[in-house]
């Protein structure tokens, strides 16, 4: 497949895998760090995502992804081959029991996630930058608006949101049509080869990219879909290499997914391909473009992941109906 992808109307053209950094600071900093970044960019690769919130569920420093980040951008010098992810306005995870519905998007706490950002990441300016989560206390118009400052003074060059429901981004895009504004040019919620068999997840202030909202992409190519959880948060892996006892615990665990197992694994016989590019060859089949993020423990993971896109998977591999 073509190893760019361009939103409509921006000047964005992104690797189809984007670099995520959930783990970045706690199973990779400094010198492995190095080597992960500077292996994707050497591959092709120029997305790398981060949140400002990441991962403050874990003791000892606040923003550690965004910092580690930072760091290589630093060190590298090549803030110019990168297009550059973060997000604001998430609650605050840093309680022994976070509050998942208080949302932070206010125009004060956005403006001091941004900047916060900025000077973690050592950059000017974040090439897009997300609501991580929604708060319906807010209009959507006083939502985008505070987007649209930070685009004049410089600070991002766009926009998008993530774990938005489908009814407020329609109604974002309306607004934004109406006011002239390019708007939210990507989306980030749960997409991956598990969902539709899976548990729901402990978080209820995830989205899902189905029914209403798997049409909605259909329709918007101008909102490019970013799935997260891509590879379902290791429930393949561990079924396969650990067995079924060890996969209990997981949401991905039921009767369905233990067929899509099975699948997976014709496909890697099919294909002579590896598990990571049999469960992300299902985002290369969709109707519509996907960019999903991927977050690799060692460079080897991201040459992996990296190969899918050399597979020829077709929709028809990923069609059951157990």
Same mark, same amino acid.
Request: hydrophobic fraction near 35%.
């Given at each position: ?24 600071? $706690? ?22 995502? =981060?949140?400002?919130?990441? =991962? ?19 060190? =590298? ?28 998007? =206010? ?116 909102? $490019? ?13 561990? $079924? ?26 014709? $496909? ?55």
């Amino acid at each position: 497949m073509e190893k760019r992808i361009q939103i409509p109307d921006t000047e964005l053209s992104l690797y189809p895998i984007g670099l995520g950094t959930v783990d970045a600071g $706690l199973r990779w900093d400094g010198a492995d760090a190095d080597r992960i970044f500077d292996s994707y960019v050497d591959l092709g690769g120029n997305l790398i995502d =981060s949140a400002h919130v990441y =991962s403050d569920w874990v003791p000892g420093e606040i923003a550690r992804s965004e910092r580690v980040v930072g760091d290589w951008l630093q060190r =590298s010098g090549k803030r110019d081959k990168i297009v550059l992810i973060t997000k604001g306005g998430h609650p605050d995870m840093t309680p022994k029991e976070p509050d998942m519905f208080a949302s932070r998007c =206010s125009r004060e706490e956005m403006v001091s996630d941004v900047n916060a950002s900025l000077k973690q990441l050592r950059t000017d300016y974040i090439d897009l930058y997300f609501y991580h989560r929604d708060d319906k206390r807010f209009t959507v118009e006083e939502e985008i608006e505070t987007m649209e400052s930070f685009v004049k003074e410089g600070k991002i060059r766009y926009y998008g949101c993530s774990n938005w429901t489908v009814e407020r981004m329609i109604e974002a895009d309306n607004y934004c049509k109406a006011k002239g504004y390019r708007g939210f040019v990507a989306d980030q919620s749960l997409l991956n080869v598990g969902m539709k068999y899976m548990n729901p997840m402990p978080d209820p202030t995830l989205a899902y990219t189905q029914g209403p909202a798997y049409q909605y992409h259909i329709d918007n190519p101008r909102n $490019l879909m970013m799935p997260y959880m891509g590879v379902c948060s290791g429930f393949f892996y561990i $079924l396969k290499g650990a067995g079924e006892e060890a996969a209990k615990k997981s949401n991905y665990y039921t009767p369905g997914n233990l067929k899509v197992a099975k699948r997976l694994d014709e $496909l890697c016989e099919k294909y002579g391909c590896t598990l990571t590019q049999a469960i992300l060859g299902y985002f290369y089949t969709r109707e519509f473009n996907c960019i999903p993020l991927y977050g690799p423990a060692v460079p080897e993971h991201m040459q992996d992941a990296a190969g899918t896109l050399d597979v020829p998977f077709t929709k028809e591999d990923y069609e059951f109906d157990f």
